[in-house]
């Protein structure tokens, strides 16, 4: 069926080393892709998004790419920091009659050690 | 700005007994929407309003209802609460096709 996942649940980097979170879906008429970050405690909070209709979109310390060869795309974190310590969700909205509905994937869990 | 406000922070049910999550948002937003977060997973979504006035099921309805009772307020309603229904409750919202925005949630618990 179609889904959004993702390949790991934990992943451990140095501080100021670079990251990369990983993502699946499974759906090749998908275009449109959200990263969030939740932080313990909290709601989840947008990063960046990508459209189909790019390979590669860059934020501030973050990029995301997509390759839709492989229904694949990545979240990318430069000199990773203790503030990005967080689970991060790749989500794909969903157009239906009335809203967006966001399918989310179950979260990488990103440690960041000192 | 406040964004997506969510009251309670916490709550503590027993099995039966009934209760109303409320949401509001500041931001002028049509679209508001209802997730259940359950440990190690990711975010399931239980009902949605499109606009005022509108309501629609999402993945995980059933034991849920909702009011959307004006643009800026959506409420979750439990009117039996089952241990089933213990998670963490996020309510967000939308403005067109933007990425939702999305409130610090509701930790409920139900004996």
């Known amino acids: 069926g179609e889904s959004v996942g993702l390949h790991l649940p934990t992943l451990s980097v140095q501080e100021g080393d670079n990251s990369i979170i990983n993502c699946a879906y499974s759906n090749s008429a998908s275009d449109y892709f959200i990263w969030y970050k939740q932080e313990s405690g909290k709601g989840p909070q947008f990063i960046i998004d990508i459209r189909s209709n790019m390979d590669k979109r860059q934020g501030q310390r973050v990029t995301v790419l997509l390759n839709k060869t492989v229904k694949h795309l990545s979240l990318q974190i430069a000199a990773t920091q203790p503030g990005d310590s967080a689970v991060y969700f790749c989500a794909e909205p969903i157009l239906t009659g009335g809203g967006n509905k966001l399918t989310f994937g179950t979260g990488t869990q990103l440690k960041v050690e000192l | ?111």
């Open chain 2, 1 to 111: 700005n406040a964004g997506v406000t969510q009251t309670p922070k916490f709550q503590v049910l027993k099995t039966g007994q009934s209760m109303t999550l409320q949401c509001a948002q500041d931001m002028n937003h049509n679209s508001m929407y209802w997730y259940r977060q359950d440990p190690g997973m990711g975010l399931r979504l239980i009902y949605y309003s499109a606009s005022e006035g509108t309501t629609d099921k999402g993945e995980v309805p059933n034991g849920y209802n909702v009011s959307r009772l004006n643009k800026r307020e959506f409420s979750l309603r439990l009117e039996s609460a089952a241990p089933s229904q213990t998670s963490v409750y996020f309510c967000a919202s939308q403005a067109g096709a933007q990425p939702q925005h999305f409130g610090d949630g509701t930790r409920l618990s139900i004996l």
